[in-house]
Every structure is written in structure tokens, then in C-alpha cells.
């Protein structure tokens, strides 16, 4: 039985303050261990956060990362800072980097591979536009980026890696998917590993369903049977995302 995991995406939002006193007020709230947990703040929120999650269940990861060990990449961050913090995930090709800070598949499958060898987690995030859900290329497109995602990452690796299905189209809209139209994206996720790998795989790794989840609709989407949980932006900067955790 795969475990489900709900992770929260701050984005470009909070101050290390503001974080403390986010994860305070969460702290007392989330204490199942049935989910897993994350959190993941803004690079320079990390320190604090990772102090103020200690003796909790809540993980933390980072947002982003670059795929070289280090360099001269002005303005990066590479997997050994986030190692050596005690970051354990992180988020890799959001579609809001794909769409302002040029990431492709190419990189995110850069950066998954690199991310693996360091032993952080990678989120890897995939989803299509409006448009490409109305030319009807939604399967394509989503098969294909978990595909090229994936490439050169060994069984072993794949089974720890976690797929956030996320439709930019629901991403800050309100407009979340239908639970059958996150289902049929995350089946044929968990469809295309199975392909590329085998049963066996596609049955560990955990598919996330990401875009305008709330507390109102983690319920149904949670409970769906290839959704293994949920990245979760606007709503995960609030108390609120303590219901979504417990969203049972
Ligand atoms: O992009 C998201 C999480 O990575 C989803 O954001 P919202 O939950 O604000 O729609």
C-alpha cells in the first residue's frame, strides 16, 4: 500500500518569520503518521523551518535546485547545500519554472537524476496547458514528460521518486480537476512507468495530484485510486493545510 503524501509549495511567499509562525500554527495539527508531510519554503526560509519542524512529522524540502555539484551559476543552489541543511525533497520542473525560468524536460531529467544520487526526493511535476487539454493531447503530452523525466534513472531510483500530476490550467485558478480527470492523468502516469519499467514500480511510485486543492476537495481527490496524495500551493500557506492533511 503505497503511503500517501501531502506536500505544500509556499512559492515565493513568506519571510523566515512569517514560516515559524505558519509551522507553529500548523505543528499541533498534523500529528498522523499515515501521510507524509512536506513542506517547502523559499530557499532562505529553509534553516528556520527545518528548526521549527524538529520533534514533528513534517519533512521539508526545497523548491528547486540546480543539476551541477556547483559553479559558477550565479544565483543557484545546489544539492549539497539542501543535503546538508536536512532538506529530504524537492520540487523539480514546476510548471512555473518550466513557464518563466526556462526549464524543459531535458533539465528536469537532469536535475531528477542529480537529485536522486544526492538522496533528496524528487517531486517531479508535469501537466499540461488549457490549450493542450482541449487539442486533446493531455495523455501525450503528461506520458511524455514522466517519460524523458525518468530516462536513465534505474527501478531502484524510480520507485522513490514522486509524480506531481498538476494541470496548469487548475494551478491558482480555483478551477480544480474533477477527481475523474486527475484519476485518468494519474493512472496513465502510473500507466507509462509501468511501461518503462514494470508492474511493480508504477505500484510504488506515488503520483500527487496538484492545482486549486483545498480543504474541501482533498477528500474526493485523496481518495481516488491512483491519486497517492497532493502539492498544494495558495492553500498550504495557511492553517487550512492542516485539513488537508487530515483530509479523511
Ligand atoms: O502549483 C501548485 C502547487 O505546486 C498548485 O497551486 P494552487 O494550489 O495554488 O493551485
Redesign the pocket.
Known sequence: MRKKIVAG?W?MNMTPAKAVELIDSLKNEINSNEVDVVVCPPFVCLPAVLEAVKGTNIAVGAQNMHFEENGAYTGEIAPSMLVELGVKYV?IG???RRQYFAETDQTVNKKTLKALEHGLVPVV?VGESLEERQQGVTIDLVRLQTKIALKDVTAEDAKKVVI?Y?PIW????GMTATSAQAEEVCAAIRQVIAEVYSKEVADEVRVQY????NGGNANELFNMGNIDGG??????LKPEFASIVNYK
Open positions: 509549495n512559492k520540487i514546476h510548471s512555473e511535476c506531481a498538476e487548475a494551478i491558482g485558478t496538484g492545482g486549486s486543492v502539492l498544494v500551493g495558495g492553500a498550504s
